[in-house]
């Protein structure tokens, strides 16, 4: 993880150099801040209580702030501060309790609290930009490369019977760092010199390995892995407003 943050540090510190040194020369140095809707899919997206990949992962929000210098209309170079936030599925997780325990413990009441899914990082790459209407309206595609950081939901499930003791289930929230990628497409609207609005929408993924997640269980018996790998892949469609700041 140090390794990581280090490397990552740096990527930040040299884009910033070259921001600063950016915005004494021809190109336009922007910053934009978008907000949405993040959509999970695939494994993150999944409610199979059995299998530790599926994430349970609901709509959840998405925010960015998008900065860069533009080095003519087509290429500009990209940073993206990135974040999320997934709604965990707690009503799915309380339904596959039902199903698991239908034969075992058909009398048995089941409740679950959860928290959420959440990831931020920062990415870095290029976008092109290709005019529709010149000078007004541009097609944009980006790709980018980064780190994210992902906190994991802390889950309590409780199962309750008449006179039996209750049966608790407590997975602990847990965070990892792990490499991310952003492919990403949007339309870009200038309303002036220095203005823009922005409609975006960017595949995230990324795999982040979870390790030592605290797992504690009583009067039931629960084989899970107290490390696990998710992978978080998201749709997020945002939409915002930039600034060109030189």
């Not at 860069?68 to 290429?75: A, L, P, V």
């Not at 965990?88 to 239908?102: F, G, N, R, T």
């Not at 930009?129 to 490369?145: C, D, G, K, Q």
């Given at each position: 993880?140090?390794?990581?943050?280090?490397?990552?540090?740096?990527?930040?510190?040299?884009?910033?150099?070259?921001?600063?040194?950016?915005?004494?020369?021809?190109?336009?140095?922007?910053?934009?801040?978008?907000?949405?809707?993040?959509?999970?899919?695939?494994?993150?997206?999944?409610?199979?209580?059995?299998?530790?990949?599926?994430?349970?992962?609901?709509?959840?929000?998405?925010?960015?702030?998008?900065?860069?210098?533009?080095?003519?209309?087509?290429?500009?170079?990209?940073?993206?501060?990135?974040?999320?936030?997934?709604?965990?599925?707690?009503?799915?997780?309380?339904?596959?309790?039902?199903?698991?325990?239908?034969?075992?413990?058909?009398?048995?009441?089941?409740?679950?609290?959860?928290?959420?899914?959440?990831?931020?990082?920062?990415?870095?790459?290029?976008?092109?930009?290709?005019?529709?209407?010149?000078?007004t309206f541009y097609i944009e595609?980006?790709?980018?490369?980064?780190?994210?950081?992902?906190?994991?939901?802390?889950?309590?499930?409780?199962?309750?019977?008449?006179?039996?003791?209750?049966?608790?289930?407590?997975?602990?929230?847990?965070?990892?760092?792990?490499?991310?990628?952003?492919?990403?497409?949007?339309?870009?609207?200038n309303r002036s010199r220095k203005?823009?609005?922005?409609?975006?929408?960017?595949?995230?993924?990324?795999?982040?390995?979870?390790?030592?997640?605290?797992?504690?269980?009583?009067?039931?018996?629960?084989?899970?892995?107290?490390?696990?790998t998710q992978i978080i892949n998201?749709?997020?469609?945002?939409?915002?407003?930039?600034?060109?700041?030189?």
């Amino acid at each position: 993880m140090k390794r990581h943050i280090a490397f990552s540090s740096g990527i930040i510190l040299v884009f910033n150099l070259f921001l600063t040194d950016a915005m004494s020369q021809e190109g336009e140095v922007y910053v934009s801040i978008g907000a949405g809707v993040s959509i999970p899919l695939a494994d993150y997206a999944k409610t199979d209580f059995s299998k530790e990949s599926s994430g349970f992962a609901g709509i959840g929000g998405a925010f960015n702030i998008n900065f860069g210098y533009r080095f003519n209309e087509y290429i500009s170079l990209t940073g993206l501060l990135s974040g999320g936030v997934n709604r965990y599925d707690y009503i799915k997780l309380q339904d596959e309790m039902y199903k698991i325990s239908a034969d075992i413990l058909p009398e048995t009441k089941w409740a679950v609290e959860a928290k959420s899914w959440g990831t931020g990082g920062f990415l870095a790459g290029l976008t092109g930009s290709l005019p529709i209407v010149s000078n007004t309206f541009y097609i944009e595609a980006r790709a980018l490369a980064g780190f994210m950081y992902t906190y994991s939901p802390a889950i309590y499930i409780t199962g309750t019977e008449t006179a039996e003791e209750d049966k608790t289930i407590n997975i602990e929230q847990s965070s990892a760092i792990s490499w991310s990628i952003d492919a990403g497409l949007g339309l870009r609207y200038n309303r002036s010199r220095k203005q823009y609005f922005i409609l975006n929408a960017d595949y995230i993924y990324a795999q982040p390995y979870f390790k030592n997640v605290y797992t504690e269980s009583s009067n039931i018996t629960l084989l899970r892995d107290n490390e696990f790998t998710q992978i978080i892949n998201t749709i997020n469609i945002t939409i915002g407003i930039g600034y060109i700041v030189n």
